[in-house]
């Protein structure tokens, strides 16, 4: 029975596709069977694996589509459910419907019992599809950088998730990215993290050129620079899942 | 009658609300008479210039109260509508309704004649409450980073506004931002764009801190260091926009 996990913010370009793409990779090599599924219509998710694909979430959501017809193989133990922008016609047919809260979660109920884990890419700001993600998930990795807009949209998101699900405990992790050792106002601003938030903030993704190249040739960071700080910040995040997740 | 302008792009975390605010601040220092709509939940237009509100946008679109009472002044020749997270609520009661497309459009009418622009900050994707904002706007204009998830972005903006517009003109301006002169792949991207979209990429606004930095402290870059590179791209592309939209 899969763990169902989305990786949230409600503020933009703060590192969530980043962050899907390298624990769904960093899991998958430790042998944890794992689906991806990309629930922005940018669809950035699939383009930095490498992967293309027919069918769509759109098709496995709206039409009803078989789930072996649109999921497809990334890597090993790593299969993904790509987007394209069909998926914002679905948004006004989604809220819409009398259960349209549980439009995902009912799709990915079908496909459970074959994964360990299932991990949801959202985009930016909360639209119903951003609302199914939530409500479908038994946990929340929030990404965050260290700075105001972003620890401001984080405040939101938990705002948001109580209104959906009474708690913010399903908000198990707030991870720092594109840190930036160097700089006072990170280092206070993420102590001001470490206060707020305690325990569930992880050890920091540093700020890395390597991650922001490994996409564009469609790799995870292990296989574009396995040497890297981006690698080497990845593998400790995905140890703290594990253990924090009690996946394997 | 003003003219209302749109600044988007479907990326997140690329500097749109950092353009709306400082291209908005540079025009009102030469006299045009701008209005700023914040139509991101997040509400960090007002927070970037210091200014708070009790009305905000949901209450003119949706509760159609007096615009005077929800129009607040931010420096001299520059109003705002703020946002906040009741707007979540418009986005669901928006999309129902008969006209729904045309519902911030409505609410911009009655205050035209008082302006010369209507500046709208936009959120990352499609929502309903975005495609009101490129509904109702005579000009786009679409800041993007220049790495590829971005460029993406902004490709799948023309599609968005082609199928609701019918043509791709309204996207008038292209502002690369974030721009780094000494990365070559950077280079090569932006001659890309370039050649893609000819005349529409504006000079590009380089990275600099006190972009990021003057948000915090609730002022514009011209306000918190007017020698700044930040303040000097800024300024030079006020400059372009009042040649292209005609607006002095
Ligand atoms: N630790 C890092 N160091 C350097 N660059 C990074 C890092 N993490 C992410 N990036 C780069 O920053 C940009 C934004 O990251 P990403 O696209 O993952 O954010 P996002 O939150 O998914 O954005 P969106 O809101 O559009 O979905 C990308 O170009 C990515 O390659
Ligand atoms: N030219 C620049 N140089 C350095 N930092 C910048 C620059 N432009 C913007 N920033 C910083 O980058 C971050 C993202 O910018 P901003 O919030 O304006 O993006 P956005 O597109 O509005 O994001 P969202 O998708 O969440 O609305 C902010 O912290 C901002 O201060
Ligand atoms: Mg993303
Ligand atoms: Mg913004």
């Known amino acids: 029975?899969?763990?169902?996990?989305?990786?949230?913010?409600?503020?933009?370009?703060?590192?969530?596709?980043?962050?899907?793409?390298?624990?769904?990779?960093?899991?998958?090599?430790?042998?944890?069977?794992?689906?991806?599924?990309?629930?922005?219509?940018?669809?950035?998710?699939?383009?930095?694996?490498?992967?293309?694909?027919?069918?769509?979430?759109?098709?496995?959501?709206?039409e009803a589509m078989d789930p072996a017809r649109v999921i497809v193989p990334a890597r090993h133990n790593l299969d993904i459910v790509v987007a394209d922008t069909t998926l914002l016609m679905a948004q006004t047919t989604m809220s819409r419907g009398n259960d349209w809260g549980n439009t995902l979660g009912k799709a990915l109920a079908q496909v459970e019992d074959y994964y360990d884990l299932i991990l949801i890419d959202s985009s930016g700001s909360l639209t119903p599809m951003n609302a199914n993600a939530l409500v479908a998930s038994h946990d929340i990795i929030a990404p965050t950088t260290v700075e105001p807009f972003s620890v401001r949209g984080l405040e939101l998101l938990h705002q948001q998730v109580k209104n959906m699900k009474d708690s913010t405990d399903s908000i198990r992790l707030i991870v720092p990215t594109m840190y930036d050792?160097?700089?006072?106002?990170?280092?206070?601003?993420?102590?001001?993290?470490?206060?707020?938030?305690?325990?569930?903030?992880?050890?920091?993704?540093?700020?890395?050129?390597?991650?922001?190249?490994?996409?564009?040739?469609?790799?995870?960071?292990?296989?574009?620079?396995?040497?890297?700080?981006?690698?080497?910040?990845?593998?400790?995040?995905?140890?703290?899942?594990?253990a924090t997740l009690n996946i394997v």
């Open 1 to 62: 029975m899969a763990r169902i996990v989305t990786v949230a913010n409600l503020k933009g370009g703060i590192g969530k596709t980043t962050t899907v793409i390298n624990i769904g990779a960093g899991l998958a090599l430790r042998g944890v069977k794992v689906l991806l599924v990309d629930t922005d219509p940018q669809g950035n998710l699939s383009t930095s694996l490498g992967v293309t694909a027919i069918h769509t979430l759109y098709e496995l959501m709206i």
């Open 181 to 242: 050792p160097r700089s006072r106002q990170a280092l206070d601003l993420l102590e001001g993290l470490q206060r707020q938030y305690g325990n569930k903030i992880t050890q920091p993704i540093r700020v890395n050129v390597k991650l922001s190249e490994s996409p564009m040739h469609g790799k995870s960071i292990f296989e574009y620079d396995d040497e890297s700080r981006g690698a080497e910040d990845y593998r400790v995040l995905v140890d703290r899942i594990i």
